[in-house]
């Protein structure tokens, strides 16, 4: 009994510290447990933060990246060649489709353009204004520049272009346009001369500083008509350069114009009358490089463009010719 009994402690005895031990060995996996898992969560973290520094690193690529373009575009606008090219109005549409054109022949060179009258930019270059490039409707305005010109156009003796770069570009015509629609019987030079004297119309012309107004100037003394006196009676109006008679016209502000040929064509109006050479002279586009020019070279380029085939045809398809 007694050796039955002890074995039964000693199985109690057993069992108890059995159970100790699992109890102990519970308790060491809980605290390796709880000592692992802000390991493991500090791992995670490292983790996300190495997946997300590519995205971060893209992030300043693509911010780099219009930085990269704008700094090529500023070297490309660095190594352009600017031309200033000072021209007569008449010439707007024809020289804005030329410098398309000439942009894929040269584009290291950007064209920048001045439109006024003859005599504005005349005036304009006398004065100090940036120029490459001029291109006169009129002769008298190219030779008040040019000091190899004849000294009565010249009697200041200035000296602004280099005489051997001007050429005689171009040739216009003189013609005579009314407003679309027009109620008036002038048809014709001679009926604009008898309708003036009759003093029962408004002529619209350029003014005195102006080629056209020139031409228009020797029309009416061809005719025998006084400019002045005709002003006075309230029968002339009068434009600071060719467009400004167009617009005059167009407009129907006025009963008749004097313009070119080809700013008629431009602005849609068909010419009644074309003026002859005996009337008001032959009309002559001039072109020369400027002796200020800090591009003479590439100005010069660009003239000898002016007159080949391709920007002839532009010229020629508005009633421009080649000055012979």
């Known amino acids: 009994m007694y050796l039955k009994s002890k074995t039964s402690e000693n199985l109690r005895s057993g069992r108890t510290k059995r159970g100790a031990a699992l109890l102990l060995a519970g308790m060491f996996a ?39 373009a704008s700094s090529e575009a500023a070297k490309e606008t660095d190594r352009q060649t600017e031309l200033i090219v000072f021209a007569a109005a008449s010439l707007t549409e024809t020289l804005e489709e030329i410098a398309g054109n000439y942009r894929e022949i040269a584009p290291d060179v950007s064209l920048t353009f001045n439109f006024d009258s003859s005599g504005t930019l005349k005036t304009q270059i006398e004065e100090g204004a940036d120029c ?6 009129g002769q008298k305005q190219m030779d008040q520049l040019d000091l190899m010109a004849d000294s009565g156009e010249n ?3 200035l000296d602004f272009i280099l005489h051997e770069s001007r050429i005689d570009l171009l040739e ?35 003014n005195s500083d102006v080629p056209v107004g020139q031409y228009t100037q020797n029309i009416l003394q061809w005719y025998g008509l006084d400019e002045e006196a005709l002003a006075q009676k309230g029968c002339i109006t ?15 502000s006025v009963d008749a114009g004097v313009i070119y ?14 003026a002859t050479a005996d009337m008001c002279g032959q009309v002559i586009y001039p072109a020369a490089v400027t002796k200020s020019s800090l591009h003479q070279e590439e100005a010069m380029e660009f003239l000898n463009y002016l007159t080949g085939e391709e920007a002839m045809a532009v010229f020629e398809r508005v009633g421009f010719s080649p000055a012979e």
């Open 155 to 157: 009697p200041d003796g």
């Open 30 to 68: 809980l605290s390796a447990a709880g000592c692992s898992s802000p390991q493991s969560s500090s791992q995670k973290s490292s983790q996300e933060s190495s997946q997300k520094s590519p995205e971060t690193k893209t992030d300043t690529q693509d911010s780099e990246a219009p930085q990269t």
């Open 132 to 137: 490459d490039l001029f291109l006169s409707a």
């Open 238 to 252: 009068y434009g600071s350069n060719v467009k400004e008679v167009v617009t005059q016209v167009s407009e129907g």
């Open 172 to 206: 216009n015509k003189v013609v005579l346009v009314v407003p679309e629609g027009s109620e008036t019987d002038i048809d014709s030079f001679d009926t604009l001369a008898s309708r003036l004297r009759d003093g029962d119309i408004l002529l619209a012309m350029g």
């Open 261 to 274: 040929c080809t700013d008629a064509f431009s602005a849609g109006l068909s010419p009644v009358d074309e």
